[in-house]
């Protein structure tokens, strides 16, 4: 019973830990996701190519080799350590999921006939409100099913942290399997798919709110 | 003075010309259609005048007022630009209604926006807002659809799409109400319902510019006809003049096909 309780709590602490980065990412991918987005889409060719070459090194190379740069590169390269390594990873996973997000984004953004936008115009919308009321909704009805399987992703994505020893849940329960014991290792499962059933649930009731209306 | 005067419009694509200089005026009231093979350049015409193209030479004017001039450098204020645009109401070829308002919410969309930058808006927001859904609905009712003013686009046909985003162009009051091909997107048997909007329109008065594959519809409806091929103005004049005694060559071997 004992030993129960110290793998409960064991295991409880690392998923917190896998919840911060979750959350973190979340909240500072989705906005910064939208301003790469932009970026990509810019008329100013250069800012253009730039952000399109970001977004294809981001997307092309592993997000474990992204953390292990974020972690080590700056005290290698320039002499000023990383101190936080939940930092480091927190840091590379935003960067990670702002790509892929401004990929869903932009083909969502693009996915809008121009004669929506026209017709704005020709009402006598201006730009700011051709967007805002009448692009920005159909625009977030085409990216939440995406958007949903990539925050699923995500939640899988946090166990990763333990390639810098951020202690997460997975690399809790590892050291069990060292006493003999597998079952934390099996649990841990369960935490994933607690969380992202209770995700998809919420993606499957937001995807019907929006279903008011088809195209 | 003619309501509308396009003068000597010119619009390339790249290397491709597709207006050739294209004239032509009308006066307030009138009904003007616009007939012309595939490819003749009446769609960049209109979208030209409606500002979603802009012409590469010519001039618009509005009521013997410049509103478009290809040579002038000086760049309009959005505000100017807006205000332009607003003497003109366009109806697609394609609708464009916006998917995820009701019928009414199309129609009452851009009257309430504008509605908000009225000075008088805050102290009188009821009053003004109510008077705008009343008009929607008096437009709804108008082109038959005031049972329909609830439903989204995707729960209307072809045709009733068409009669809500006739209504939306009308709600904005324009000087002058410009139409792509309001039919060809439609069934045939839904064709019907959207020149009888046309034709109640004309009969209040309503100026219009047609562009239309649909012959008889525009002998009837029109007071002046223009046949367009290969980005020039061929032919121009009355009803009995192009359609009926048509004196050129193309637009005789465009009528042959059509009829
Ligand atoms: N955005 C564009 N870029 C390049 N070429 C274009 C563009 N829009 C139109 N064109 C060309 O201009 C010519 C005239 O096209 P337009 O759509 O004005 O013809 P139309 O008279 O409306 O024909 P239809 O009866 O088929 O609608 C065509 O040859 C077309 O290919
Ligand atoms: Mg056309």
Not at chain 1, 185 to 199: D, E, Q
Not at chain 2, 40 to 62: H, M
Not at chain 2, 246 to 251: A, L, Y
């Amino acid at each position: 019973m004992d030993k129960f309780i110290e793998v409960f709590n064991s295991l409880t602490s690392g998923f917190g830990l896998n919840c911060i980065i979750f959350l973190s990412t979340l909240v500072l991918a989705i906005p910064l996701g939208l301003i790469v987005a932009f970026g990509s889409m810019s008329e100013f060719k250069p800012l253009k190519w730039l952000t399109k070459t970001f977004v294809w090194i981001i997307r092309g190379t592993p997000l474990m080799l992204q953390i292990f740069v974020v972690f080590y590169a700056p005290g290698l390269l320039f002499e000023i350590p990383m101190r936080s390594r939940l930092t480091a990873v927190i840091i590379a996973f935003v960067i990670n999921y702002a790509a892929y997000f401004s990929e869903i984004y932009r083909g969502g953004i693009e996915s809008i006939p121009v004669g929506q936008y026209e017709a704005g115009q020709v009402l006598g919308l201006t730009k700011k409100q051709v967007f805002s009321k009448i692009v920005l909704f159909q625009v977030i009805k085409r990216i939440v099913p995406p958007m949903g399987n990539e925050i699923i992703t995500l939640v899988k994505d946090t166990s990763l942290a333990r390639a810098i020893a951020v202690a997460e849940i997975i690399m809790q329960a590892e050291r069990f399997t060292k006493e003999g014991l597998i079952l934390p290792l099996f649990s841990t499962g369960l935490y994933f798919l607690v969380v992202n059933g209770l995700l998809t649930l919420l993606f499957g009731y937001i995807e019907k709110r929006l279903n008011y209306y088809k195209g | 003075m003619a309501i509308l005067e396009v003068k000597n419009l010119h619009k390339s694509f790249g290397k491709t010309e597709v207006l050739k200089s294209v004239s032509f005026s009308m006066e307030k009231g009138e009904i003007l259609s616009i007939l012309g093979s595939s490819g003749s350049g009446k769609t960049t015409l209109l979208r030209c005048i409606n500002f979603l193209e802009k012409a590469s030479g010519g001039q618009v004017f509005v009521d013997g007022s410049c509103i478009f001039d290809a040579s002038s450098k000086e760049k309009p204020s959005p505000a100017v630009m807006r205000e332009r645009q607003l003497n003109f109401g366009l109806v697609f070829q394609s609708f464009n209604l916006f998917p995820q308002y009701t019928a009414l919410e199309n129609v009452v969309l851009a009257p309430k926006l504008q509605a908000a930058e009225r000075a008088d808006f805050k102290e009188n927001k009821k009053k003004i807002l109510s008077e705008i859904e009343q008009n929607a609905m008096n437009l709804l009712d108008r082109v038959g659809l005031a049972e329909k003013a609830g439903n989204y686009p995707c729960q209307l046909s072809g045709g009733q799409q068409q009669r809500v985003s006739i209504a939306r162009a009308l709600a904005l009051d324009p000087k002058i109400l410009f139409f792509d091909e309001p039919t060809s997107a439609l069934d045939p048997e839904l064709t019907g319902e959207i020149l009888r909007v046309i034709k109640d329109l004309a009969s209040k008065h309503m100026t219009m510019v047609i562009v239309t594959h649909e012959i008889e519809f525009a002998r009837n409806v029109s007071d002046k006809i223009i046949f367009m091929d290969g980005g020039v103005v061929v032919e121009e004049g009355t009803p009995e003049q192009v359609i009926g005694n048509p004196r050129h060559e193309r637009t005789r071997a465009f009528l042959s096909k059509m009829l």
